[in-house]
């Protein structure tokens, strides 16, 4: 399946470090080979990439390793195709407009029997599972809260509500991002970090690099990074339980809960039981 990485800034920040690092996975210390994006916001609008090409491979991957765009969320992907060809329109993060603001989403995982319906305000472009999930939550949260724009806290309980269901239909793990802020939802493996002042050096897993943060930061500054796999060895890194969504906010997260035991380990305990329901989140 794919990797993810998110990033959550107090200030604007660069994402190259990590970047370099997160980009050697897709053919050098993994096989991640099936095209990758990444995504920049600037306010309410961003900058979108996206290749059908390797991270390894992809120009416009060596351009983001070397040219370091600030800003205070980016979302960023490599893929390993389950669903969908290898092609541009298949290539996350996706983007969609919503309530003047562009929302960017990416997926790691693998959806089945996953078709609901659809208005027709959010399309899929390309075929694959996870922009049908992208438009399947956007739909949701038109649906609950028409044309005014809720609060993040509200978009982050609908979230919770939510993807339980579509979590249901295999592995759903996701970074989402309206620009605000950025939602993060786990089932099967992701893991964030806070770097924040005192500032250390960090070096990578996947490259012989090594940052002294506190050589080129600010008290002022925070930052969040979100990945599938860590990405250095020489940090602390969080693991995400199973079922558990966080907002991240400002460089920190801000609000977190878990909605449900994945249901493979659900099954795994309990092979009688096949669908989650309401009552089961907790």
């Known amino acids: 399946m794919c990797q993810l990485l998110g990033m959550n800034c107090a200030t604007p920040t660069d994402i190259t470090f990590s970047f ?3 980009s050697q996975r897709a053919g050098i210390t993994s096989d991640h080979c099936d095209g990758f994006g990444i995504a920049f916001f600037e306010d309410k609008a961003c900058r979108l990439f ?17 040219y370091p765009i600030k800003s205070r969320n980016v979302i960023a992907h ?3 195709a389950t669903q969908g060809k ?10 969609r407009e919503l309530w003047g603001r562009q929302w960017i989403f990416a997926h790691n995982g693998d959806l089945h029997d996953f078709d609901p319906p659809l208005s027709g305000r959010f399309t899929p472009v390309g075929n694959t599972d996870s922009e049908r999930a992208f438009c399947y939550l956007l739909e949701q949260l038109v649906t609950r809260f028409g044309y005014e724009e809720p609060c993040l806290e509200q978009i982050f309980d609908l979230l919770v509500e939510i993807s339980p269901s579509i979590a249901e239909h295999g592995t759903f793990n996701f970074c989402l991002s309206n620009g605000q802020a950025l939602f993060a939802y786990n089932i099967t493996k992701l893991h964030w970090l806070v ?3 005192p500032f250390k050096p960090a070096q990578l897993i996947d490259l012989d690099v090594e940052v002294d943060f506190s050589q080129v930061t600010t008290p002022e500054d925070r930052v969040a990074v979100i990945t599938t796999e860590p990405l ?9 339980k199973p079922g558990e969504m966080i907002l991240f906010k400002d460089g920190q997260p801000i609000k977190d809960e878990i909605t449900f035991i994945a249901r ?6 309990n092979p009688s039981l096949k669908r989650i329901t309401k009552a089961d989140q907790y």
Not at 53 to 62: D, K, R
Not at 86 to 93: Q, R, Y
């Open 232 to 240: 250095t060895q020489n940090e602390t890194w969080c693991a995400f």
């Open 264 to 269: 493979l380990e659900r099954e795994r305990i």
């Open 50 to 66: 996206v290749d059908n090409q390797s991270a390894v491979e992809s120009p416009i991957a060596e351009l983001i390793r070397n």
């Open 20 to 22: 370099r690092g997160f």
């Open 86 to 95: 290898i092609n541009l329109e298949n290539s996350h993060p996706f983007s």
């Open 195 to 197: 770097r924040e002042y």
């Open 78 to 80: 490599i893929r390993k």
